[in-house]
């Protein structure tokens, strides 16, 4: 099988439309941590987002930031990017792959997912397609939907995860004989999904087929989300799709490559326009401190301290 995870670089020259959700809810799984998380220090302002590129830098890194002001989390969601949704030609079904480096943050939990938990940091799996013609946009039946569903909730399980991200990027939907997207399959999975893990995160990017196939027979799954954003970095779009302001990011910036200028304007107008999400990508193991400042003088009234 072909395994990659690909760089996610985007630009406002990209965004042509944007129906994106997210999920955020629940707690680290007491079971796995065997306490709860330790409460994080009082913030007020929107819920700040970071992806994590895990093939080539750690996921402690996103509790490497904090307020100089009160001394909270900079980000409140840390995103593990990514596993796969592959394709096995001998059963003809989808499954969920992690390659040597997700498997690795996982395996190791206690060392890269808790202590992010531990500080209050919701740690959230991305899956991704991997050229292999699996999607989410495209299981023939409910059956077959309500089965990945269920491997992702047993991986969220047994990892002490707290949701699921969705990114409908690279499936090459038709690659090994595999049917193009249809109307259902994402409706069903999405269900399938939310009904195995209440109260835990499930969060869309808005991209590929399965961001504008919410709805089939009566269903509509936007209420399944709790948050919707923009993907495409350095710019501002508003995700279309029924969510209020305080769950919804037209911002979206690519940390180191996103002018600071561009990502305190875009963090600027978060606060001024009443939204409460701002997603971040590409969080490395340097000092972003400045970087990170741009947005939080913003969006948190703070400076943001990096310690290593």
């Known amino acids: 099988m072909f395994t990659l995870v690909r760089s996610r670089v985007r630009t406002a020259a990209f965004a042509l439309s944007v129906v994106a959700a997210l999920a955020f809810g629940g707690t680290a799984a007491t079971a796995a941590t065997g306490a709860a998380a330790a409460p994080a220090a009082a913030k007020q302002g929107p819920t700040s987002v970071a992806y994590v590129e895990v093939n080539n830098n750690s996921m402690l890194n996103v509790g490497k930031y904090t307020l100089a002001n009160g001394g909270g989390n900079v980000f409140d969601v840390a ?53 292999q013609g699996a999607g989410f946009a495209n299981f023939p039946s409910q059956q077959e939907a309500s089965a990945f569903a269920k491997k992702l909730s047993d ?51 808005n991209i590929g087929p399965a961001a504008s196939r919410l709805s089939y027979g009566g269903v509509d799954v936007s209420s399944k989300f709790d948050y919707a954003w923009n993907p495409y970095y350095g710019s501002w779009q508003v995700p279309r799709v029924a969510l209020p302001k305080s769950k919804l990011s037209p911002a979206a910036v690519e940390i180191g490559r996103t002018s600071q200028s561009t990502a305190a304007d875009l963090a600027r107008r978060t ?38």
């Open 79 to 131: 995103v593990v990017f990514a596993a796969n949704i592959n394709y096995d030609t001998g059963t003809k079904s989808a499954y969920l792959h992690f390659n040597e480096n997700v498997q690795r943050v996982l395996d190791n939990a206690a060392t890269e997912i808790r202590p992010l938990q531990q500080k209050g940091i919701k740690v959230v799996l991305s899956v991704l397609g991997n050229h």
């Open 155 to 205: 991986a969220v399980a047994k990892y002490g995860l707290d949701g699921i991200d969705f990114d409908d990027e690279y499936a090459e939907y038709g690659n090994n004989g595999t049917g193009q997207p249809n109307d259902s399959s994402f409706v069903h999975l999405v269900t399938a999904l939310r009904a195995n893990m209440p109260g835990k995160i499930i969060s869309l990017y």
């Open 271 to 308: 606060v001024s326009e009443g939204y409460g999400v701002y997603l971040t990508y590409n969080l490395d193991g340097a000092d972003r401190s400045a970087d990170v400042s741009a947005f939080t003088r913003e969006l948190y009234g703070s400076n943001a301290v990096y310690t290593r």
